[in-house]
């Protein structure tokens, strides 16, 4: 027997609520994308250092000879024979993770402890991936290890150092959340869905983040009890995405306010954002969501929440979007598979929505009250029955 | 891959797609090398062979020394799996690879073997251009190998013949298993770990076999100038990696030769080798181990091989129950400068249990904790003298 206690989170609440979901769905559905370059490089590497590939080997379906033969420009491989050949003096797959995409992995080094001599000792309690780091280690976090907290004293990510956070033990009642100012750019469309009350579409994105700040949340009530600035380089990212555009017309016939809309797309985005892992089995932070819109903005300038929201309501057109992206850089094949079930996902976060007991908004549907506002919640409705018409 | 976004990828793709980098010509290879373009039948490779005169000198001693070894009882002390025989059946090995980490993707791209022939050492290197030419140089080991009854390496029981192994697999072919094996890394560390540095070929082959090499290759830097070598064809900087193989391969055969003469007669060795000697001969026969560290004590060893010789040596007496050459071991090493427990423990024992001498006995614990305090050993060790003390202080009482 398993039992399943759900937590407020709307993935939770989508399981307690639809019980045939999760009996009357096929299980795993687990998904790799081989064809992410970056994986494929690595897989690459991994193989010909195993056995030399063939000039007219395939992978999979996949010709990769302009891979090899990047490689072979680059060092790695080696062609003789009419194979290509292993030619470094490193063990590859050392190198390849099978959990992330990057693998630059910053250590996490306690120096609280120090010995007789009153030289630092240092342990590695922890690793943090790049694509994460900035968000949970920056200077000044709290980081938690097997639930004790530990302060970030200094973090190490310029490119010629190695990359480490050195970290102390604190004892503090709180814990901290960055914030972060993003941005998300259109760089080829690849795929569009059928005209609609909205306009779905796939393809390749960039996306910008950088860590500006952090609030300190007490433990236990939540409440925010202070908040500091970061200076952290902006990081970005190229991947795959879906995003949604609302028909003019649809948004006119919702609301005339500008404002209302926006909360209501928020409230929108989060409620597909979080319920987007159930249908690609993957994790919440395996997908990154934004709304943003489709004018192109200046590349790589990236903007808080409130700054963007404030520059959705003057601009001089209105094309709110929502992105809903992958998190790993290149793309592991979660977008497209968004692009496909987005109809069935914006059905069932309209049930989500109608079946949620609150009144204004939760985190088990839209999102806290106080985060999206008072009206996003009957503002998502609309939108939502009109989305899904 | 240094690529981190696709736009990277893509550029290196493109870059490669307009050019396709064209190999300059160079000057053919066995004209810088030396040596001759051999044709196996399965391709062609370069072999470089080298003829030295058993009288030659690699070192203190010729090389014909080897001829004089007694190969079954260094069989035996190097724990070899089956005894190798015939000196003039034995192959000397050693391979450069592309890498040290092992595993499939590593390539042994230079063999050099080496055998005797009547009055001379026939050393023959075998280079691969290219790692299409893997085939051919396997193919030219064959003969060698089938020809052998036993290979000598350096460390080759954890990395050359497991290496070679897979290369051969990895073709398709059938490695000679029935090989017997002398690695002689292992010998080495019994006889010298405790008195030199470390046991590299370098290192023994320099306080050792006596040679010093004059411009030599760090091993660390071959597998990197062969990628040199394939992408620019320049095959110069190859020529150190050649000389250094072959120079290895040399100071095996000399080492082999230091054995069979240690072996067989103990004159012109250190104080620190004798004791070395006898932990070679102590799994074989204990007699001459004890010898060899009587020996060595005799010869002068001082410092800690000395007192690890003297508890060895006092530990076979004791087995032997040979008391009075036990007791003057462990009083020897009981003076060491360093406060050692493990003598002053014995002694105590000896006093007390065997000889029943509390008073002795009841006077060495006293003297070993008034030695313990000052050195400020651990307090787990005073307080096992302490509480012998005791007991032997209740003893003395009882009897009174």
Redesign the interface.
């Given at each position: 027997m398993a039992l399943l206690v759900a937590t407020s989170a709307p993935l939770d609440q989508f399981m307690v609520t639809h019980p045939d979901y999760l009996f009357g769905t096929p299980p795993e559905h687990a998904r790799v994308n081989p064809n992410n370059?970056f994986i494929l490089?690595n897989h690459l590497?991994c193989a010909?250092?195993?056995?030399?590939i063939a000039e007219a080997e395939r992978f999979g379906e996949l010709d990769v000879r302009?891979?090899l033969?990047?490689?072979?420009?680059?060092?790695?491989l080696?062609h003789?024979?009419?194979?290509w050949?292993?030619?470094?003096?490193?063990?590859?797959a050392d190198h390849t993770s099978l959990r992330t995409v990057?693998t630059d992995n910053f250590l996490v080094i306690d120096t609280t402890a120090r010995d007789e001599k009153q030289t630092k000792r240092r342990q590695i309690i922890a690793e943090v991936d790049w694509g994460s780091a900035f968000a949970t280690i920056y200077p000044k976090a709290i980081y938690l290890v097997e639930s004790e907290p530990y302060e970030v004293q200094e973090l190490h990510f310029r490119e010629d150092e190695e990359k480490v956070a050195y970290v102390k033990r604190v004892a503090v009642d709180y814990f901290t959340d960055a914030i972060s100012a993003k941005g998300v750019w259109i760089l080829q469309r690849l795929a569009e869905g059928p005209p609609a009350s909205y306009l779905a579409e796939q393809g390749?994105v960039l996306v910008a983040e950088k860590v500006v700040g952090f609030k300190k949340i007490k433990m236990g009530t939540l409440e925010n009890v202070g908040s500091g600035e970061v200076e952290l380089p902006q990081q970005?990212?190229?991947t795959t995405a879906a995003w949604l555009t609302v028909a003019p017309e649809t948004l006119a016939r919702v609301s005339s306010s500008r404002e209302e809309l926006i909360d209501g797309l928020r409230a929108v985005t989060y409620l597909l954002h979080h319920l987007a892992p159930i249908f690609l089995l993957c994790d919440i932070r395996d997908l990154g969501s934004w709304l943003g819109d489709t004018t192109p903005a200046t590349s790589g300038a990236v903007a808080t929440r409130e700054s963007t929201k404030r520059r959705l309501m003057d601009g001089a057109q209105f094309n709110p979007t929502i992105y809903l992206y992958d998190s790993h850089?290149?793309g592991i094949g979660l977008a497209e598979h968004v692009f496909e079930i987005l109809p069935d996902l914006l059905r069932r976060g309209l049930d989500t929505l109608e079946t949620c007991a609150c009144r204004d908004g939760c985190p088990s549907c839209v999102g806290p009250v106080n985060e999206v506002g008072r009206k996003a919640k009957s503002t998502a409705r609309s939108l939502l029955r009109a989305l899904t018409d | 891959m240094a690529a981190h976004s696709l736009d990277d990828l893509r550029r290196v793709i493109r870059r490669i797609e307009t050019r396709r980098p064209t190999r300059p010509a160079a000057q053919p290879i066995e004209e810088v090398l030396g040596g001759e373009l051999v044709d196996t039948g399965e391709g062609k490779l370069l072999v470089v062979r080298h003829e030295f005169p058993l009288s030659h000198r690699h070192g203190r001693q010729p090389l014909g020394a080897v001829l004089e070894t007694p190969l079954d009882l260094l069989s035996a002390v190097a724990r070899a799996e089956r005894p190798v025989e015939d000196a003039r059946r034995l192959l000397f090995l050693d391979a450069e690879t592309t890498g040290l980490a092992g595993g499939t993707g590593t390539y042994a791209f230079l063999v050099g073997a080496a055998w005797l022939e009547d009055d001379r050492l026939i050393l023959t290197q075998h280079f691969m251009r290219d790692f299409d030419e893997e085939p051919a140089l396997l193919a030219a080991l064959r003969p060698l190998l089938e020809r052998a009854s036993g290979l000598v390496t350096f460390n080759g029981a954890t990395f050359d013949l497991p290496l070679l192994e897979t290369r051969f697999l990895m073709t398709r072919r059938r490695w000679p298993a029935t090989l017997t094996h002398l690695d002689l890394l292992r010998p080495a560390r019994r006889v010298w770990t405790s008195c030199l540095a470390d046991c590299r070929l370098a290192t023994l082959e320099r306080e050792v076999v006596g040679v010093v090499r004059e411009d030599d290759i760090a091993g660390g830097l071959i597998p990197a100038l062969y990628f040199d070598f394939l992408r620019s064809r320049r095959a110069a900087p190859l020529g150190r990696v050649l000389a250094h193989n072959r120079d290895d391969i040399l100071t095996l055969v000399g080492l082999l030769g230091w054995f069979g003469k240690a072996l067989t007669s103990r004159e012109a060795l250190t104080a620190g080798e004798l004791g070395g000697l006898g932990r070679l001969w102590e799994p074989v026969d204990v007699e001459r181990a004890l010898d060899c560290y009587r020996a060595a004590l005799a010869a002068g060893l001082s410092g800690a091989p000395a007192q690890a010789v003297r508890l060895n040596l006092a530990r076979w007496e004791k087995r032997f129950a040979r008391w009075d050459a036990a007791c003057s071991l462990w009083e020897a090493a009981a003076r060491d400068a360093w406060f050692d427990p493990r003598p002053w423990e014995e002694l105590a024992k000896f006093h007390e249990h065997r000889r029943r001498d509390f008073v002795t006995a009841h006077a060495v614990v006293n003297d070993a904790l008034g030695l313990a305090e000052d050195a400020g050993v651990a307090s787990s060790v005073r307080e096992a003298f302490a509480y012998r003390r005791a007991r032997l202080q209740r003893r003395l009482l009882a009897r009174d």
């Amino acid at each position: 027997m398993a039992l399943l206690v759900a937590t407020s989170a709307p993935l939770d609440q989508f399981m307690v609520t639809h019980p045939d979901y999760l009996f009357g769905t096929p299980p795993e559905h687990a998904r790799v994308n081989p064809n992410n370059p970056f994986i494929l490089v690595n897989h690459l590497k991994c193989a010909a250092f195993e056995l030399p590939i063939a000039e007219a080997e395939r992978f999979g379906e996949l010709d990769v000879r302009k891979f090899l033969a990047a490689l072979d420009d680059e060092g790695v491989l080696h062609h003789a024979g009419r194979h290509w050949h292993w030619a470094a003096e490193t063990y590859p797959a050392d190198h390849t993770s099978l959990r992330t995409v990057t693998t630059d992995n910053f250590l996490v080094i306690d120096t609280t402890a120090r010995d007789e001599k009153q030289t630092k000792r240092r342990q590695i309690i922890a690793e943090v991936d790049w694509g994460s780091a900035f968000a949970t280690i920056y200077p000044k976090a709290i980081y938690l290890v097997e639930s004790e907290p530990y302060e970030v004293q200094e973090l190490h990510f310029r490119e010629d150092e190695e990359k480490v956070a050195y970290v102390k033990r604190v004892a503090v009642d709180y814990f901290t959340d960055a914030i972060s100012a993003k941005g998300v750019w259109i760089l080829q469309r690849l795929a569009e869905g059928p005209p609609a009350s909205y306009l779905a579409e796939q393809g390749e994105v960039l996306v910008a983040e950088k860590v500006v700040g952090f609030k300190k949340i007490k433990m236990g009530t939540l409440e925010n009890v202070g908040s500091g600035e970061v200076e952290l380089p902006q990081q970005e990212m190229q991947t795959t995405a879906a995003w949604l555009t609302v028909a003019p017309e649809t948004l006119a016939r919702v609301s005339s306010s500008r404002e209302e809309l926006i909360d209501g797309l928020r409230a929108v985005t989060y409620l597909l954002h979080h319920l987007a892992p159930i249908f690609l089995l993957c994790d919440i932070r395996d997908l990154g969501s934004w709304l943003g819109d489709t004018t192109p903005a200046t590349s790589g300038a990236v903007a808080t929440r409130e700054s963007t929201k404030r520059r959705l309501m003057d601009g001089a057109q209105f094309n709110p979007t929502i992105y809903l992206y992958d998190s790993h850089a290149g793309g592991i094949g979660l977008a497209e598979h968004v692009f496909e079930i987005l109809p069935d996902l914006l059905r069932r976060g309209l049930d989500t929505l109608e079946t949620c007991a609150c009144r204004d908004g939760c985190p088990s549907c839209v999102g806290p009250v106080n985060e999206v506002g008072r009206k996003a919640k009957s503002t998502a409705r609309s939108l939502l029955r009109a989305l899904t018409d | 891959m240094a690529a981190h976004s696709l736009d990277d990828l893509r550029r290196v793709i493109r870059r490669i797609e307009t050019r396709r980098p064209t190999r300059p010509a160079a000057q053919p290879i066995e004209e810088v090398l030396g040596g001759e373009l051999v044709d196996t039948g399965e391709g062609k490779l370069l072999v470089v062979r080298h003829e030295f005169p058993l009288s030659h000198r690699h070192g203190r001693q010729p090389l014909g020394a080897v001829l004089e070894t007694p190969l079954d009882l260094l069989s035996a002390v190097a724990r070899a799996e089956r005894p190798v025989e015939d000196a003039r059946r034995l192959l000397f090995l050693d391979a450069e690879t592309t890498g040290l980490a092992g595993g499939t993707g590593t390539y042994a791209f230079l063999v050099g073997a080496a055998w005797l022939e009547d009055d001379r050492l026939i050393l023959t290197q075998h280079f691969m251009r290219d790692f299409d030419e893997e085939p051919a140089l396997l193919a030219a080991l064959r003969p060698l190998l089938e020809r052998a009854s036993g290979l000598v390496t350096f460390n080759g029981a954890t990395f050359d013949l497991p290496l070679l192994e897979t290369r051969f697999l990895m073709t398709r072919r059938r490695w000679p298993a029935t090989l017997t094996h002398l690695d002689l890394l292992r010998p080495a560390r019994r006889v010298w770990t405790s008195c030199l540095a470390d046991c590299r070929l370098a290192t023994l082959e320099r306080e050792v076999v006596g040679v010093v090499r004059e411009d030599d290759i760090a091993g660390g830097l071959i597998p990197a100038l062969y990628f040199d070598f394939l992408r620019s064809r320049r095959a110069a900087p190859l020529g150190r990696v050649l000389a250094h193989n072959r120079d290895d391969i040399l100071t095996l055969v000399g080492l082999l030769g230091w054995f069979g003469k240690a072996l067989t007669s103990r004159e012109a060795l250190t104080a620190g080798e004798l004791g070395g000697l006898g932990r070679l001969w102590e799994p074989v026969d204990v007699e001459r181990a004890l010898d060899c560290y009587r020996a060595a004590l005799a010869a002068g060893l001082s410092g800690a091989p000395a007192q690890a010789v003297r508890l060895n040596l006092a530990r076979w007496e004791k087995r032997f129950a040979r008391w009075d050459a036990a007791c003057s071991l462990w009083e020897a090493a009981a003076r060491d400068a360093w406060f050692d427990p493990r003598p002053w423990e014995e002694l105590a024992k000896f006093h007390e249990h065997r000889r029943r001498d509390f008073v002795t006995a009841h006077a060495v614990v006293n003297d070993a904790l008034g030695l313990a305090e000052d050195a400020g050993v651990a307090s787990s060790v005073r307080e096992a003298f302490a509480y012998r003390r005791a007991r032997l202080q209740r003893r003395l009482l009882a009897r009174d």
